[in-house]
């Protein structure tokens, strides 16, 4: 399309050349150097000075169309639409053929400004002045499918290929698209298809067979109901005393110094009650339980019922979540060297949670998306020497996308818990950076550096000063590939380093090292 564009360009700009042979050949010669400086400057976004040499051309030669279109074109490179505008639409009114990509700008300034129904005014007056441009019919296209007018907007990419036959894939891939917003998935996919096989190894086939994986999930999401399971095989290199530290940021307990093997199983169904385009509320629960081969008192159970919400006002998506967990802990101490989740032998109470978690997602310019999370949680420890408390946390986390689907990302956390018994409260303070990338044989690979320092209240048990302070490093690291279309394998690495400014007899007493090595297997249904 680009192409396109630039080759009406340059006959536009060879036409105004022709006409300004008529003038005077020195006003001529001058006039046409300070036009060829300024459409430099221009295309090296130098625009204060595109517009100083296009101005002094104009001057010269006031009559002169093109130099004053391309003043038009820099403003509107400046982000100064109404003088864009000012400047534009009277030119392609008096010479509409000529200057048939100005139509295309005005139409821009209006899609830029939320102008919808204008931009598709001014693109069907193109068609009307340039029928057999195959660029105006696609963004004719285009501006329909904007405004949810589905069955004119394939009327229109039909006509670019009837056109010219190399707006072929181009056609193809917009029909496809206008297909998947109307959750028409069975001919978007043949849609995306034929595009791909026009020339598999074009932008267009590369973006459709994204687009393909995206229609596959929105089949899924299309459906009422919805169903993840995981299963893991794991290795922890320093297994926690406190089961708890499994599900919950709670930094205070100690690691028992001692290895074991695991197995961890989640599940989680729901069902959504409303499933519109924009808004989805569903019931679900969700079943965890961690097994070990030998610490088998640590094995810890959890179920989680939760109502959810998410609502897309756009720009910004809204959600809001409740869930109510209980966590029980214990199991059999029965010899099990295969199978080590038996969801049995589960005898004492620990913790009952109420959590309220709302959210929002920014997408910003330039591919980028802020996240911002906020959690609330009533906790009530069944253990009488831990006080019950009252957990907060807020999250923000930064996301780029760039090229080739590389997505890095950074991130701040703030914890509070707000215990009763002042001594239990503490603050975590955690910074992050990561970032995810494709790899060979459809990988996906993803790299996270943790830093967090974290404050206790005031307790003699830990220092003289009645102060501790934590500094933990963690690295995080995975690699992950789909099986098939519900099934996906990950290998998980996790290392965790944890010093404080506690001194006693032997040393710190809380510093510790862990790894947490894993083989997953989900599915999603």
Not at 35 to 49: L, N, P, R, T
Not at 180 to 185: A, D, L
Not at 189 to 210: T, Y
Not at 459 to 475: E, H, I, M, W
Request: charged residues 25%; proline residues 5%; aromatic residues 12%.
């Amino acid at each position: 399309m680009g192409n396109c564009l630039k080759s009406w360009r340059v006959s536009t700009a060879a036409v105004w050349l022709v006409i300004s042979m008529l003038l005077p050949a020195e006003a001529r010669d001058r006039a046409s150097e300070y036009y060829i400086d300024g459409v430099e400057f221009f295309d090296q976004a130098a625009y204060e000075k595109a517009l100083e040499a296009l101005q002094t051309a104009a001057q010269m030669e006031p009559d002169n169309l093109q130099y004053r279109y391309y003043i038009g074109l820099t403003r509107k490179a400046q982000g100064r639409d109404v003088e864009a505008l000012r400047i534009i639409e009277p030119i392609i009114e008096k010479e509409p053929g000529l200057f048939i990509n100005g139509f295309f700008e005005v139409a821009d300034i209006h899609k830029r400004n939320r102008r919808p129904e204008a931009a598709l005014a001014v693109l069907s007056r193109a068609a009307a002045v340039a029928p057999d441009n195959p660029v105006v019919h696609l963004d004719k296209g285009l501006a329909h499918r904007d405004l949810g007018q589905f069955d004119p907007a394939i009327v229109s990419f039909n006509r670019a290929m009837e056109v010219d036959p190399e707006m072929t894939q181009a056609a193809y891939y917009h029909i496809a698209a206008v297909y998947f917003f109307q959750k028409e998935f069975d001919p978007a996919e043949e849609m995306f298809q034929n595009a791909i096989k026009m020339d598999p190894h074009s932008s267009i086939a590369i973006n459709a067979r994204l687009s393909l994986g995206n229609l596959r999930q929105a089949r899924k999401n299309a459906k009422p109901w919805y169903m993840f399971a995981s299963l893991a095989w794991g290795y922890d290199s320093n297994v926690p005393l406190d089961p708890l530290q499994q599900v919950i940021e709670r930094p205070k307990g100690q690691p028992s110094g001692k290895e074991d093997k695991f197995q961890y199983f989640n599940f989680l169904t729901g069902y959504k009650i409303i499933n519109t385009g924009t808004t989805v509320l569903d019931l679900g629960y969700e079943l965890r339980h961690t097994a070990y081969h030998q610490w088998v008192d640590n094995n810890l159970l959890g179920v989680r019922p939760h109502l959810y919400l998410r609502s897309n006002r756009e720009p910004w998506f809204f959600r809001l979540q409740y869930d109510y967990s209980l966590w029980v802990e214990g199991g059999s101490s029965e010899d099990r060297d295969i199978i080590y989740l038996t969801f049995t032998g589960m005898e004492r109470n620990l913790l009952r949670m109420h959590t309220i978690n709302p959210g929002v997602t920014i997408p910003e310019p330039r591919d980028m998306a802020t996240d911002i999370s906020l959690t609330y949680q009533i906790r009530d420890y069944a253990d009488p020497a831990i006080s019950d408390s009252l957990y907060h946390a807020v999250e923000l986390v930064q996301t780029f996308t760039l090229g080739r689907g590389i997505m890095p990302r950074v991130g701040y956390k703030y914890i509070f818990e707000d215990a009763k018994d002042e001594r239990d409260g503490y603050r975590n303070n955690i910074g992050y950076v990561g970032v995810s990338l494709p790899f060979r044989w459809r990988t996906r690979i993803d790299a996270a550096v943790y830093y967090g320092v974290i404050d206790f209240n005031h307790n003699p048990a830990f220092a003289a000063t009645g102060v501790r302070q934590d500094a933990q490093y963690r690295l995080t690291a995975s690699v992950e590939r789909p099986v098939s279309d519900n099934f996906r394998l990950k290998f998980y690495v996790d290392h965790t380093v944890n010093d404080s400014n506690v001194q006693a007899t032997g040393g710190d007493p809380f510093e510790f090292r862990k790894d947490i090595y894993a083989l997953i297997l989900s599915a999603a249904f």
